[in-house]
């Protein structure tokens, strides 16, 4: 009974509360053209042992970013992750907390999400963050609708660095807006943005490192934008290059949003994973999510509360931010476990082996005939331009036991002048070995 928790007498006594015979009465409405009467094309049920077996079988087809050589980014990487993180998100307590509706017996969350919000804001360089979002990519969203309820204005200006999948998402909320702007795909400047705000601009977005792995100096956007009374958006996908660059908060940033996966959270087959917001304190009110805020008790007990919810469960609805903001809590606790024992000093030493190694790797590489790097300035990730298309680059590289990367055109298919290009990314778990597998296999496919 697993997967099939009410027993007939359960059905009954749900059956005889509505007044039905049976469940087919729930449909009765329905236009019977709707249904499909015909046997579906599937396997007879199984024993359970059977089934898990079966689905073992297709499991292990994958292969893990842990089996081999592997040099794939792009938005989600694969970093050391203590044990004690994994013991510790498990704990009842944690696992199966939600939202702390009531903060006289969710001390324990409040304050865990208190100390979240506090790392995020050193870490981006802002005063305030919330706690916290889906992802990078819908906290993405989330800024640029911030932005335009802030400055009333419809404009949107895009960089052509920021991730594929971060740029449609946007562009899915924006339609048709024609206040909305998405600059081409660049891999190599970002200058042409400036010449596009305008007084009518809300926001402009823009990511650093980029999606080719750029490094940008926010500080002339950031410039221009508040001339035209925009705000900046700071965008990033490796949160561990916040522990080697300076923040984009001293950038000029006004809203810094991006993917914390790499610090607490494994890379999982892709989720779920949590997005991190930080903003200045006079921004915060149509900052969406909620805020924790320290505090003391009647008897002068130091305290934890919601300070500020913004979501439709919590208000009114007209005064609603956001009705996608429900925090990726377990995700958030994992991240901030594994800051902790980091620290600010680990932070920046493992940032550091990530650039190294990100070098190497580069060097390496770019050592081979028609091989050439696009990025003058980068931290663990780089595109490389191939004398050949990449995509089946990189399907001749994983027949040969190497995961080499991320072909630009997977994400921008259809522009032939992407074709060649290849996005790497080196961790601190690349080995030199695993540098070594790869500039060999490259240069024997290519």
Same mark, same amino acid.
């Given at each position: 009974?697993?997967?099939?928790?009410?027993?007939?007498?359960?059905?009954?006594?749900?059956?005889? %509360?509505?007044?039905?015979?049976?469940?087919?009465?729930?449909?009765?409405?329905?236009?019977?053209?709707?249904?499909?009467?015909?046997?579906? &094309?599937?396997? *007879?049920?199984?024993?359970?042992? +059977?089934?898990?077996?079966?689905?073992?079988?297709?499991?292990?087809?994958?292969?893990?970013?842990?089996?081999?050589?592997?040099?794939?980014?792009?938005?989600?990487?694969?970093? +050391?992750?203590?044990?004690?993180?994994? +013991?510790?998100?498990?704990?009842?307590?944690?696992? =199966?907390?939600?939202?702390?509706?009531?903060?006289?017996?969710?001390?324990?969350?409040?304050?865990?999400?208190?100390?979240?919000?506090?790392?995020?804001?050193?870490?981006?360089?802002?005063?305030?963050?919330?706690?916290?979002?889906?992802?990078?990519?819908?906290?993405?969203?989330?800024?640029?609708?911030?932005?335009?309820?802030?400055?009333?204005?419809?404009?949107?200006?895009?960089?052509?660095?920021?991730?594929?999948?971060?740029?449609? #998402?946007?562009?899915?909320?924006?339609?048709? *807006?024609?206040?909305?702007?998405?600059?081409? %795909?660049?891999?190599?400047?970002?200058?042409?943005?400036?010449?596009?705000?305008?007084?009518?601009?809300?926001?402009?977005?823009?990511?650093?490192?980029?999606?080719?792995?750029?490094?940008?100096?926010?500080?002339?956007?950031?410039?221009?934008?508040?001339?035209?009374?925009?705000?900046?958006?700071?965008?990033?996908?490796?949160?561990?290059?916040?522990?080697?660059?300076?923040?984009?908060?001293? $950038?000029?940033?006004?809203?810094?949003?991006?993917?914390?996966?790499?610090?607490?959270?494994?890379? #999982?087959?892709?989720?779920?994973?949590?997005?991190?917001?930080?903003?200045?304190?006079?921004?915060?009110?149509?900052?969406?999510?909620?805020?924790?805020?320290?505090?003391?008790?009647?008897?002068?007990?130091?305290?934890?509360?919601?300070?500020?919810?913004?979501?439709?469960?919590?208000?009114?609805?007209?005064?609603?931010?956001?009705?996608?903001? =429900?925090? %990726?809590?377990?995700?958030?606790?994992?991240?901030?476990? +594994?800051?902790?024992?980091?620290?600010?000093?680990?932070?920046?030493?493992?940032?550091?082996?990530?650039? $190294?190694?990100?070098?190497?790797?580069? &060097? %390496?590489? #770019?050592?081979? *005939?028609?091989?050439?790097?696009?990025?003058?300035?980068?931290?663990?990730?780089?595109?490389?331009?191939?004398?050949?298309?990449?995509?089946?680059?990189?399907?001749?590289?994983?027949?040969?036991?190497?995961?080499?990367?991320?072909?630009?055109?997977?994400?921008?298919?259809?522009?032939?002048?992407?074709?060649?290009?290849?996005?790497?990314?080196?961790?601190?778990? #690349?080995?030199?070995?695993?540098?070594?597998?790869?500039?060999?296999?490259?240069?024997?496919? =290519?």
């Amino acid at each position: 009974m697993r997967y099939l928790p009410h027993s007939n007498r359960d059905r009954k006594v749900m059956m005889d %509360a509505v007044g039905i015979q049976s469940s087919d009465e729930l449909f009765a409405k329905v236009p019977s053209k709707v249904f499909n009467n015909a046997e579906f &094309d599937l396997p *007879d049920h199984q024993p359970e042992f +059977h089934v898990e077996a079966a689905i073992r079988g297709f499991a292990n087809k994958n292969r893990a970013a842990g089996d081999g050589p592997f040099f794939v980014g792009a938005g989600a990487y694969r970093h +050391h992750v203590p044990a004690s993180v994994d +013991h510790l998100i498990q704990r009842s307590e944690f696992l =199966t907390a939600y939202t702390p509706y009531q903060p006289e017996i969710s001390q324990g969350t409040l304050q865990m999400l208190f100390e979240f919000q506090t790392q995020v804001a050193n870490l981006t360089g802002m005063e305030v963050a919330n706690a916290s979002m889906y992802d990078g990519s819908t906290a993405t969203v989330e800024a640029v609708l911030m932005a335009r309820r802030l400055k009333r204005r419809a404009g949107v200006v895009v960089s052509g660095g920021i991730h594929p999948q971060y740029r449609d #998402t946007v562009a899915t909320y924006m339609g048709d *807006d024609e206040g909305f702007q998405c600059l081409p %795909a660049d891999p190599t400047s970002d200058e042409d943005i400036i010449s596009q705000i305008t007084d009518k601009t809300a926001a402009v977005v823009v990511q650093s490192p980029d999606f080719y792995g750029n490094l940008r100096d926010l500080r002339p956007i950031a410039k221009a934008a508040h001339e035209k009374g925009a705000l900046l958006i700071a965008v990033f996908t490796e949160v561990f290059a916040l522990g080697a660059i300076e923040s984009p908060g001293a $950038q000029g940033a006004d809203i810094v949003v991006g993917e914390g996966q790499s610090i607490g959270n494994p890379l #999982t087959f892709g989720g779920p994973y949590v997005g991190l917001m930080a903003t200045h304190p006079k921004l915060v009110r149509q900052m969406p999510g909620r805020v924790c805020g320290e505090t003391v008790d009647a008897d002068g007990n130091r305290g934890f509360v919601l300070t500020l919810s913004t979501r439709e469960q919590h208000i009114r609805r007209d005064k609603a931010t956001s009705n996608i903001c =429900t925090n %990726a809590g377990l995700c958030a606790l994992a991240f901030s476990i +594994h800051m902790s024992l980091l620290g600010q000093r680990g932070l920046g030493e493992t940032a550091a082996l990530c650039h $190294q190694q990100a070098y190497k790797t580069a &060097d %390496a590489l #770019t050592a081979i *005939d028609g091989v050439e790097l696009v990025n003058e300035y980068y931290f663990n990730e780089f595109t490389l331009r191939l004398p050949k298309a990449a995509a089946p680059v990189v399907e001749a590289l994983a027949d040969k036991g190497v995961l080499g990367g991320v072909p630009v055109s997977r994400l921008e298919p259809g522009k032939a002048d992407l074709e060649n290009l290849l996005v790497v990314a080196a961790t601190e778990l #690349t080995s030199d070995a695993d540098i070594a597998a790869f500039a060999a296999a490259l240069k024997e496919v =290519t």
